[in-house]
């Protein structure tokens, strides 16, 4: 079974810059669109941005349209999320999610097949 594991995390000022990384054990990533995923305290879990199985494809939320950035690199089996100019309101545990279908949607979050655990950030002064 795919497992996933997000890492880089933490406490960061507003207006900062922190970048996520999905990485696979036992499989490979290449057969799997990658998303990643937010909750935070007290809201339901929200797509915030996925990347289809080439890297070819990225859809964001609008809410990090222009700030967020994500990546892969299917050689290293890892999947990153650039955030730039960083909210409070973005402080969320974030989380990785995989499916085998070709491409996935940030409104489909009970479409994934596979999740991590979660790694938290805040963003506070």
């Known amino acids: 079974q795919l497992q996933l594991v997000e890492s880089g995390g933490g406490l960061v000022q507003p207006g900062g810059s922190l970048r996520l990384s999905c990485e696979a054990s036992?499989?490979?990533?290449?057969?799997?669109?990658i998303g990643w995923f937010r909750q935070a305290p007290g809201k339901e879990r929200e797509g915030v941005s996925c990347?289809?199985?080439?890297?070819?494809?990225?859809n964001y939320a609008d809410s990090v349209k222009g700030r967020f950035t994500i990546s892969r690199d299917n050689a290293k089996n890892t999947v990153y999320l650039q955030m730039n100019s960083l909210k409070p309101e973005d402080t969320a545990v974030y989380y990785c999610?995989?499916?085998?279908?070709?491409?996935?949607?940030?409104?489909?979050?009970?479409?994934?097949?596979?999740w991590g655990k979660g790694t938290l950030v805040t963003v506070s002064s």
């Open positions: 990347i289809s199985k080439s890297g070819g494809s990225t």
């Open positions: 999610a995989a499916t085998v279908r070709g491409m996935c949607s940030p409104r489909e979050v009970n479409a994934m097949d596979y």
């Open positions: 036992v499989f490979t990533l290449n057969y799997y669109a």
